[in-house]
């Protein structure tokens, strides 16, 4: 009898710990609503991934949903952790992401009927699991509007002013510094044996995209502080900027010396090295800041 109440105990025990902890077979749901919406948004999708391809300012696109799930997968024992709570408003969230895409396929806006699939996965999550779980998932899941291209109007609002600071900065350099004499019109350098155009590749909006994603993804991974990683995110616009206003002061350098030298192989080569520059100097304004931060709260 005695042995029967064990088995009778431990059979209730193994009941109540598979359901507060139901495994990774509890994401099951998860897996299978983020099919069907894929499933829904291929088209959408499909020619999202073909813009990635294509379009130089959108390179990293291809690594925001690997990372995101990554980290995602990382947070799984904390998310089986959590008795799932459905939210009917996730699929009030999902519906609207649906109505969202649909009215944007209509008016061609490629922007809204993208993050419509965003919109409709957070509210998958939340409709299948609960709040608590979508505040675990809070990172991954704001890390997907990264892989969607900025509106056009938006980007084009962003450029022409980027394109000019980026002449201007390096007229002033090339005259004051290296005592190079150039004529500045608009976004045109006019060099003694060449004219430059810095056109909206030259811009630095590429740099600054790819920078402020890698600023999420380092803060994320290496500063716990958020106020910290805030800053972080937001110091990616000055260092973009001056990384590719000396980009273009390079070039133009290159180009005063020979005109070959301001396109082709040289000129991608630059953006590369440069890129690499500017994400070096956020890691050291990092380490500068938080060894700071130290100092100060170290105390006398």
Same mark, same amino acid.
């Given at each position: 009898?005695? !042995? ?34 894929? $499933? ?42 959590? $008795? ?21 396929? !209509?008016?061609? @806006? ?27 998932? #809070? ?26 600071l980026a002449s201007r900065v390096a007229t002033s350099a ?15 350098? @006019?060099?003694?044996?060449? #004219? ?27 500063? #716990? ?25 390079l070039t133009a350098i290159l180009a005063n010396i020979n ?30 800041? @938080?060894?700071?931060y130290r100092i100060i709260h170290a105390g006398p």
């Open positions: 009898m005695a !042995l029967e109440c064990y088995h009778s105990t431990a059979l209730i025990d193994t009941m109540s710990t598979a359901e507060k902890h139901p495994g990774v077979s509890g994401l099951t749901p998860l897996f299978w609503f983020g099919a069907l919406l894929i $499933v829904c948004y291929a088209p959408i999708l499909q020619r999202l991934v073909q813009q990635w391809n294509s379009d130089e300012d959108m390179g990293h696109g291809f690594f925001v949903p690997v990372l995101a799930a990554w980290i995602a997968w990382q947070k799984r024992d904390a998310i089986l952790a959590v $008795v799932p709570k459905p939210n009917w408003w996730g699929l009030a969230l999902v519906v609207f992401g649906a109505v969202q895409c649909y009215l944007a396929t !209509l008016g061609a @806006e490629l922007f809204l009927a993208r993050t419509a699939f965003v919109f409709s996965l957070i509210g998958a999550v939340l409709f299948l699991f609960g709040t608590e779980t979508v505040r675990i998932l #809070k990172f991954p899941l704001f890390l997907l509007f990264f892989m969607v291209p900025i509106p056009a109007i938006i980007y084009n609002q962003i450029t022409f002013p980027l394109q000019l090339m005259i004051n510094i290296f005592d190079i004499p150039v004529l500045r019109d608009g976004n045109v350098l @006019e060099l003694a044996n060449q #004219k430059l155009s810095v056109v909206e590749a030259c811009s630095g909006i590429r740099s600054l995209l790819s920078l402020s994603f890698l600023s999420l993804i380092y803060g994320y991974f290496f500063e #716990k502080k958020n106020w910290l990683r805030v800053t972080l995110f937001f110091s990616t616009v000055p260092i973009a900027i001056l990384a590719n206003a000396t980009r273009v002061t005109p070959a030298y301001a396109e082709g192989l040289i000129h991608s080569a630059s953006g590369w090295v440069i890129f690499m520059i500017a994400l070096v100097i956020l890691v050291g304004f990092h380490q500068t800041v @938080e060894r700071s």
